[in-house]
Each structure stands twice: as C-alpha cells, then as structure tokens.
Nanobody, 123 residues
Framework: QLQLVESGGGLVQPGESLRLSCAAS????????IGWFRQAPGKEREGVSY????????RYTDSVKGRFAISRDNAKNTVYLQLNSLKPEDTAVYYC????????????????WGQGTQVTVSL
C-alpha cells in the first residue's frame, strides 16, 4: 500500500518555527515530485511548496517565500518542510502529496496523499 505520513505539526506562537516531515511507505520517493499543501477552515486547499525528485529545484507560493524551506532526503524516503517566522494566517492542516512525471503544484496531478498534520499559530 502506497502511503505518505506527515508529522511535526503543533501549536506554536507567532514567530516560532516547526519542521514537518513526510515519510513514504510502500514506495520510494526518489522518482516523485513532492508537494506540500495546506487547508485552513472554510478555505480551499492551496499549494505551499514543491520539490523535484532530485531535490535540485524547489518552488514556493509567494506568501511563504523566505520563511519556509522544503528539502528531501531520498535515502530516508522523507521530505521536510521547515516553517519559520510563523504567522497566524499559516494556521491550517498541512498535507504532503506525491506526483510522478510532472513538476507542478496542481492538486489534480498529485495521486498519493497523506492524512495531514495540524499547524496552529496563536498567542
């Protein structure tokens, strides 16, 4: 069974940091583009960042540029999202997902999804 499992979410104060992890089981990540998405209550799921299979190319949505960093360790079959300088508007459930043979942030291109991890930024 192909699975992605996110971890690392939590409750933090504005300005603090978290590191999210996305671990794969049942398949190897090294041939997949991995994306991080988030969904806040009452809002649509949006793409946050994605990384090429080799890890050499990354992209970010404008609202997180300079604050978030995506990386991957294919030897550990894991992708990470470092969240720095967190803001209340970053509060959401964060999902990782895998897409094969494309480099895109389009939700429909991602075929394997995790269950999500909650990130809450509040005083």
């Amino acid at each position: 069974q192909l699975q992605l499992v996110e971890s690392g979410g939590g409750l933090v104060q504005p300005g603090e940091s978290l590191r999210l992890s996305c671990a794969a089981s049942g398949f190897t990540l090294d041939s997949y583009t991995i994306g991080w998405f988030r969904q806040a209550p009452g809002k649509e799921r949006e793409g946050v960042s994605y990384i090429s299979p080799s890890g050499r190319t990354t992209r970010y949505t404008d609202s997180v540029k300079g604050r978030f960093a995506i990386s991957r360790d294919n030897a550990k079959n894991t992708v990470y999202l470092q969240l720095n300088s967190l803001k209340p508007e970053d509060t959401a459930v964060y999902y990782c997902a895998a897409a094969r043979n494309v480099f895109t942030i389009r939700l429909g291109d991602y075929t394997i999804w995790g269950q999500g991890t909650q990130v809450t930024v509040s005083l």
